[in-house]
């Protein structure tokens, strides 16, 4: 058979550390062609993967027509728009999330696949985790067979700490500034609040998407509260999510492991899993069910079916199979711009929330 011909764009520490390595291990597939807009690097980059072609800008790697579909890990404000250059050069995208940072922008990401019939995969790559594969499954049993009951409360917790897990992929690095890019921020978004938006955004958008894929939403998400911090990442969000409460908690802090977790509750047991380190390999989602609904109580965990298998690498497989046989993705663009409107409502109702004791103040000081 043909091996499906990529190109990738961007050689920075996603790129190196994960994806290219990734794309180079999987046999159905070749990597033909990168494009770095920092020359040295993307030098560096080809010669250490003997990859046949370098390109300075995503629009050249876009005319290349030997390069079926592309992969890219970019500045979270332009990759969008490098996705809706390449699907207007009619290349299927793999994407780093978020897919976007404006609802407005997301959507011409839709259009743009839409008017060029190919297709963008958003990297979830919590989605690929068999640990999580399982859970997904776990949570639609119980509600099909309803012997626990309804779900009535979710609970993320993402509190952070040593994201690479001691991966120890060579990263090469040189001393070229990055240029500097445009970015189309939201109308909406104040100046001073676009760090914290980012951060958040950037995080935060896993954890939107994984609680929506275990409650099978693919919309009707509605933000009720958004409490984050002076820096605009610390705090609580809570959410309607198809009529189950869901809080998402966000913070940082200086530790050794990883500390997220995501339990769902029904009126009778839960099912509850803990994220390895994002970049640890071969260590799945941990899992926990347990069970109120028998006269000895029992919690049990599991360990899922192609457990010792790296998150990364299968959503990069999953891409290369979809590309080849046509199959739907996982996580399409299609329902991922959820996760964009869901986030720049938060944001809103954050922003909103700071403003308004200042407002209130404000007219007090005038009476």
């Keep these: 058979m043909t091996k499906l011909r990529l190109g990738y764009i961007g050689c920075g520490y996603m790129a190196q550390k994960v994806h290219i390595p990734n794309i180079v291990a999987i046999d159905a597939c070749e990597l033909v062609a990168i494009a770095e807009v920092r020359p040295k690097l993307g030098r560096m980059v080809q010669e250490r993967y003997g990859i046949p072609k370098l390109y300075q800008s995503h629009r050249e790697l876009a005319r290349d027509r030997d390069i079926d579909?592309?992969?890219?890990?970019?500045?979270?404000?332009?990759?969008?728009?490098?996705?809706?250059?390449?699907l207007n050069a009619g290349k299927d995208v793999f994407m780093e999330k978020p897919m976007a940072i404006s609802v407005e922008q997301a959507e011409r990401i839709l259009a743009a696949e839409k008017s060029s019939g190919k297709r963008v995969m958003v990297a979830y790559m919590k989605r690929y985790d068999p640990g999580n594969i399982r859970v997904k499954e776990l949570i639609d049993q119980a509600v099909a067979a309803k012997d626990l009951g309804q779900i009535r409360y979710v609970?993320?917790?993402?509190?952070?700490?040593?994201?690479?897990?001691?991966?120890?992929?060579?990263?090469?690095?040189?001393?070229e500034k990055y240029p500097d890019c445009a970015f189309t921020w939201p109308g909406w978004l104040p100046e001073k609040n676009r760090q914290g938006y980012i951060d958040y955004l950037q995080q935060y958008t896993h954890n939107i998407n994984l609680v929506r894929w275990f409650l099978g939403s693919t919309g009707g998400v509605t933000v009720k509260a958004a409490e984050l911090g002076a820096n605009g990442v610390h705090g609580v969000v809570v959410l309607d999510v198809g009529g189950v409460p869901v809080t998402i908690e966000s913070g940082w802090l200086d530790y050794e492991g990883w500390d997220e977790h995501t339990q769902v509750f029904f009126d009778k047991g839960w099912v509850r899993t803990e994220a390895p380190p994002l970049l640890l390999k071969n260590v799945p989602a941990t899992i926990e069910v347990y069970r109120a609904d028998q006269a000895e109580k029992s919690a049990?965990?599991?360990?899922?079916?192609g457990g010792r298998n790296w998150s990364y690498r299968e959503e990069m497989r999953h891409f290369v199979a979809c590309v080849a046989n046509g199959a739907p993705f996982r996580s399409p663009a299609s329902d991922t711009i959820e996760d964009v409107r869901v986030l720049e409502d938060i944001y809103k109702h954050f922003?909103?929330?700071?403003?308004?004791p200042a407002q209130a103040q404000s007219r007090a000081s005038a009476r």
């Design 351 to 356: 922003i909103a929330a700071r403003s308004a």
């Design 69 to 86: 579909a592309v992969a890219l890990s970019g500045h979270y404000a332009v990759q969008g728009d490098i996705a809706i250059d390449l």
């Design 155 to 175: 609970r993320n917790h993402g509190f952070g700490g040593d994201w690479t897990g001691g991966l120890d992929t060579p990263f090469d690095q040189s001393d």
């Design 300 to 305: 049990t965990k599991l360990f899922p079916k």
